[in-house]
């Protein structure tokens, strides 16, 4: 029998990690590297919608038509990342009538079930919705959690033999005779999984295929073929509020604009978004403006979010593209669907292929597509599974079991617990010693946080995406500290103290858009923490010795001081 | 009719609790009101004076030689390095638990994240954990509790270079407590040195715990716990561990809910009551009558507005934490009086890139004239008879510099005496 073929996927975000599920299914041998930790580009930065097409349905009723089919795919096969919290498309009075009934007949062309509600019927749904709206369309929109999604298509991936490498960037494609033969990799701490203060090193991986499933970042690993991939990026804004304000997807009935959805999210809802074009995916101003027209513009739907507390904004970038004739002006303008350039038939390069455009929602059957193109260009006949075969976490899933006392966690604790880890639940919590809460927020227990850490490495970020300990109210106030501590079960000082700062600038990146009002307090509660309590800005382990000698040396246990106690 | 007093102090912190304290002192009939019941939960219970300077140079060995060069406006140069010394002194005389005022050099203190910050006076029960102290020492952690990681800490003060072997163990403490108990419940065991379980065996805790201990305790001279010690009298206990364990125990102070912040907390408003001073905690002031010169404040009780009049007022609301000093999207204020709070017009030149940068807004706060009386954007003085005192005040950075136990008693101290003198 004839070895199959080396695939090496470039990119650990849904499609990415979709595409090394789909082909390890089929018996591809497959290697994925990704720069940061998986999510790390647009996956780890979105709202969270999953989409029931609906906002498609007047624009793109092709994307639309995908995106209810693959909606009712991941409910499926991905039952554990997945909220199912229905969706409403809300009329206000100024909106448009007429845009209100041709986004009703494009559902219904687009199969995606609908239902008129009247103002009193949706706020009977959603109370906190404004006194002077019209009328809703309900329909099927969910929350889904994409760490947890691509997390779970990483380990099936895994599971079927792939080799996963984060941390790992690759510095060129391997071209010989007008085909890429594999890519250059640079690895931030050796192969495996990421352990801080590791020595790199660089590796060239061979490969029979290359594919290229990085999205805004496509047209950089093009470029290392000479091969031209114009993606445009476009970035939106996220902004995190504290608390749900709404536990259904809610969106403005009118054409597309900024600021124009609340997705409610585990314990936060967010709001989104904008659409502006930029020219470089890492590098792009993070503007004030986008963070007033969220909170101002979606007031206009539900007034409490005028004053209700945000706890960070964050932005991403979608990998938008159009082939090069169309030449649109406007990012709006530009298509939500997915391309698969072949590049053997496009620029007479054999070996590689890149994968743009796409929404988180249809990261499935972009794979899919993909995979059905290599396995054909290597006559592998296996058929797709990756509808039918649910994620790891998902299977039987059907009844939450009541793990409360099983596990000795209190409710809403168990519950949440349960609720992240699935079907894993069992293997994850059940532990001898006790399994105290680390991160009060999120309801995150040391059990769920050692099985991350088994996963990850010294990672405290891929730890928190995989859990959600630090990304509650207090934005790792009161856990990072904690997470440290864990972590140094496993790891040393040295390591766990470079894992803690990550952990720490990352959480400050994101809160600096939310600082005024509860989380300025907040902020600074946590800088007094960090910084009087622990002395963490200036740790004597990072900086000059220390002349101990010089200081008070206390008073004897017995002496010295002579007043009672 | 109004409630009155000479002086109202509003506000239940440090600031507010010293500066009430004195004016008690200088003979003043003082009332102090409070929104919260409880503010210093959220401090380790060490007493800072200074540790860096504003530039960040440190640790200080000795407070009081920097802070004649500290920037004018900050407020340890508003009252002057003599009145910082007998603010401490008054400090000392009121909280006998507590230790460091045998000498003006800061002591280093072990940190729950396993650093060592600069302090001025910490309780008699971390004495012993004292960084320049040569002893060996074991810590020990307790499994179900996260916010001390004894091998870490210890890992970590190694790493700090500490002139000592350290070691920490994690035990299970003895007993069946939940996973989740909170502080307070190991504290409320341990003082009233409650029975709890052990292999089968009915046993006074502070014996089991002392016997948990004692499996790892391999000669060291002192042993750390974390600061779980009691709440009404965490001298016995430490001193019934001792004689178990033969050697010293401490404790490292945590964050919140923080024991020894309690505890410091209760000896405070013991020594207001000893000295006749009224207290109504609870009640947050929600309006005032009065143009330059506030004439009386309305406090909140049970959705009634009652009103306070008093000669002389002490603004001791705290800064961004406790809402002295609050702000939206568009502006940072004072919400009580409406004092004038210096900021940029745009919010992201609030705060700094750097998680642990120069941030503006750890500055926030209301500026005075030398008597402590708040000024507007004019340096005029807004209200004839009100004084702020704390970290409602602005121009430092008390997380950066470790000086805001300092600073709320020293500027408290100050406050509450001129208030006292002004008084009819």
Known sequence: ?565 | MAIESDVLVIGGGLAGLTSALAAAREGAAVRLVAAKQSTLRNASGLVDVLGYTADGEGPLVDPYDAIPDLPADHPYRTVGVGTVREAMALFDEVTPRYRGGHTDANALLPTHGGTVKPTARYPAGVSDGVASDSRDALLIGVESMTDFDAPHVAAHLTAAGVPFDVRGVTIQFPGDLRADAAITRYAKLLDTDGTVEVDGRERPVRAALADRVAAEHDGEPRIGFPAILGDDDPAEIRAALAERLDAAVFEIPMGPPSLPGLRLEDSLFAALDEAGVSIAAGNPVVGYDGDGRVEQVYVEKNGAHIPNSADQYVLATGGLVGKGIDSDRERVYEPVFDCHVAHADDRYDWFDREAFGNHDFARFGVHTDDDLRPVDGDDSVEFDNVRAAGSVLGGYDFAAEKSGSGVSIATGYAAGRSAARRAR
Request: hydrophobic fraction near 35%.
């Open chain 1, 1 to 565: 029998m004839v070895s199959p073929p080396h695939v090496v996927v470039i990119g650990g975000g849904s499609t990415g990690a979709g595409i090394a599920r789909d082909l390890s299914m089929r018996g591809v041998e497959v290697t994925l590297v990704e720069q940061g930790n998986l999510t790390h580009g647009t996956t780890g930065r979105m709202h969270g919608l999953l989409h029931s097409g609906g906002r498609y349905a007047v624009s793109d009723q092709v994307s639309a038509a995908e995106c209810i089919e693959e909606n009712r795919v991941l409910r499926d096969i991905a039952s554990h990342c997945v909220e199912t919290t229905g969706g409403l498309f809300v009329k206000r009075p100024e909106d448009s009538e007429a845009y209100f009934q041709t986004k009703l007949d494009g559902c219904a062309a687009s199969d995606i079930p609908t239902e008129v509600l009247s103002a009193e019927e949706a706020r009977a749904v959603e109370p906190h919705l404004a006194p002077d709206i019209e009328k809703a369309i309900s329909v099927p929109d969910g929350a889904v959690d994409p760490f947890r999604l691509v997390v779970a298509n990483a380990a099936s991936a895994r599971d079927h033999g792939a080799r996963i490498e984060t941390h790992s960037t690759v510095t060129d494609l391997r071209v010989e005779d007008g085909e890429v033969v594999g890519v250059e990799v640079d690895h931030a701490s050796g192969p495996g999984k990421h352990v801080h203060g590791t020595e790199g090193g660089t590796e060239v991986i061979r490969a029979d295929h290359v594919v290229n499933a990085t999205g805004a970042w496509a047209g950089r690993i093009g470029a290392m073929a000479g091969v031209d991939i114009e993606v445009r990026p476009s970035k939106g804004v996220m902004t995190v509020m504290n608390t749900r304000q709404v536990d259904t997807v809610i969106n403005r009935c009118r054409p597309k604009g900024d600021a124009d959805i609340i997705v409610p999210h585990e314990t936060a809802a967010i709001l989104g978004t904008t659409d502006e074009e930029v020219d470089d995916p890492e590098e792009y101003p993070e503007e004030h403006w986008e963070v007033d027209a969220m909170i101002d513009t979606l007031a206009e739907l539900v007034p409490m979010l005028r004053d209700a507390r945000t706890i960070r904004s964050f932005w991403g970038v979608r990998p938008l593209y159009e082939p090069p004739s169309v030449d649109s002006d406007d990012p709006t303008d530009i298509t939500r669907d997915y391309f698969l350039l072949d590049h053997a038939e496009r620029d007479a390069l054999d070996g590689l292929t890149t994968i743009v455009g796409g929404k988180l929602t249809t990261y499935r059957l972009m794979a899919e597509a993909v995979s059905d193109h290599v396995c054909e260009r290597f006559g592998v006949s296996a058929d797709c599974r990756t509808a039918d075969v649910s994620l790891p976490g998902s299977e039987a899933f059907s009844v939450l079991r009541d793990y409360m006392d099983e596990f000795g966690l209190r409710s809403p604790i168990g519950r949440r617990s349960v609720e992240r880890l699935g079907s894993r639940a069992d293997d994850v919590l059940e532990t001898s010693s006790p399994n105290p809460t680390v991160c009060n927020c999120e309801a995150v227990t040391r059990a769920e946080i050692q099985d991350a850490i088994g996963q990850s490495g010294s990672d405290l970020n891929a730890v928190r995406l995989r859990t959600r300990a630090s990304m509650g109210s207090c934005q790792g106030g009161f856990c990072c500290h904690r997470l440290a501590g864990e972590l140094h079960d496993d790891h040393g000082e040295a390591v766990v103290r470079e894992a803690w700062d990550d952990l720490l600038r990352e959480r400050w990146t994101g809160q600096r858009h939310a600082l005024w009002g509860e989380q300025l307090s907040q902020a600074m509660l946590n800088y007094a923490l960090h910084v009087t309590t622990q002395n963490r800005d200036n740790d004597p382990a990072d900086g000059d010795p220390v002349d101990f000698g010089a200081f008070d040396a206390g008073v004897a246990a017995d002496g010295g001081d002579q007043r009672g106690d």
